[in-house]
């Protein structure tokens, strides 16, 4: 567990920024925010596994990213990950194993991280376009996230933590095609609706 609490340290530790709390004082950031942080608190929650292996989910972290910024992003995943685990405690039901939602905050925090780079790779290398935003900066960008958030977790699981047995990551591996198309597809038509209807609400278009 120590090495995805020192992945977390030197993360939040390079993109730390006076800056960002400034940001949260205006309003339109902060009900993006806390819509954000409630979104994707429930959009977690619809889960899909298999025994003794990680549970796999949508992620939505790439439009957040592209809506928030990167700094943004990795305040709003703790809190998402944080608010049903409130919920269960409240409710009297047990929690997570802590160990398992080190994994999981580390392997989220990882995918902001690549989407965010992969940003700033397709402005630099790619005219500034509708169809660029949506299908290469949101599309291919979050299907490359899901399987970087897959492969993470795999690493994570059966390689840091030691968990299950020699054959699972193989077979855990496999459904990365099944979690990176419906990933890409949602991150799509998400950012369609937005750069049409709210184009002054994703912070990424806004630099462009």
């Known amino acids: 567990m120590s090495w995805f609490i020192g992945i977390l ?9 006076r800056k960002v709390l400034p940001l949260l004082r205006q309003p339109l950031i902060q009900a993006l925010f806390v819509g954000a942080v409630l979104v994707l608190s429930v959009l977690w929650q619809l889960k899909a596994q298999l025994p003794n292996l990680p549970a796999l989910h949508f992620l939505g972290i790439t439009t957040v990213t592209l809506v928030l910024g990167l700094r943004l992003t990795l305040l709003v995943i703790p809190l998402a990950l944080l608010l049903p685990q409130i919920a269960a405690y409240m409710a009297g039901q047990p929690g997570l194993v ?60 059966f390689a840091v933590l030691g968990l ?18 419906p990933e890409a597809l949602l991150n799509g038509m998400a950012m369609t609706l937005l750069l049409v209807y709210r184009p002054h609400w994703v912070a990424a278009f806004r630099q462009e």
């Open 9 to 17: 340290a030197l993360l939040y530790y390079l993109v730390s920024d």
């Open 164 to 181: 299950g047995t020699d054959t699972q990551p193989s077979e855990f591996l496999l459904v990365m095609p099944l979690l990176a198309m």
């Open 98 to 157: 802590v160990e398992i939602e080190i994994l999981h905050w580390t392997a989220l925090c990882l995918v902001a991280l690549q989407s965010y780079c992969c940003y700033l790779l397709v402005s630099r290398l790619l005219p500034a376009h509708l169809f660029v935003s949506i299908f290469v900066s949101s599309f291919l960008n979050s299907l490359l996230g899901a399987l970087c958030f897959v492969a993470c977790l795999a690493v994570g699981y």
